[in-house]
């Protein structure tokens, strides 16, 4: 069960808490070049993010050793997170998206810091994903 918490709450920080420090800032909601209703989304996808990983954090850290269904289902607000952004990811060509507004996005082992971040978050979540469903 530690080892189940402990992967959630890498996920969380990866996929909720994290753009909430990267993306409240002048490179996204306060970017004066972008229309303000697209500013209204961002600031919208940032309190779904926060109250996805807020409800998965307490969920996680409150469910007893016994309660192997909630466990399960406290895996669900994190997947409904991080398979839209790869859906996103995918699509780019579809939408004319981009995954940055900057030619020089960072890049984390020579991939888009976006897409290593999320990675990261769906590799430690599906692990506990696995671990609860096989309880």
């Known amino acids: 069960m530690l080892t189940i918490r402990i992967c959630l709450s890498i996920s969380v920080i990866l996929f909720a ?3 909430l420090f990267v993306d409240l800032s002048a490179s996204h909601v306060f970017n004066a070049t972008w ?4 500013r209204f989304h961002m600031v919208w996808l940032l309190g779904l993010l926060g109250f996805a990983g807020l409800i998965t954090t307490v969920g996680v850290w409150r469910i007893k050793e016994h309660q192997t269904m909630a466990i399960r289902l406290i895996t669900l607000p994190g997947w409904l997170v991080l398979l839209p ?3 996103a990811v995918f699509s780019v060509g579809t939408y004319g998206g981009s995954l940055s507004d900057v030619p020089d ?5 020579g991939l888009d810091g976006n897409i290593f971040g999320f990675s990261l978050a769906v ?9 609860a469903w096989r309880r």
Do not use: D, S, Y
Request: hydrophobic fraction near 60%.
């Open 17 to 19: 808490f994290g753009p």
């Open 35 to 38: 229309p303000p209703h697209a």
């Open 85 to 87: 952004f790869f859906i």
């Open 105 to 109: 996005a960072p890049k984390v082992l």
């Open 123 to 131: 590799i430690f979540h599906g692990a506990a994903t696995f671990l």
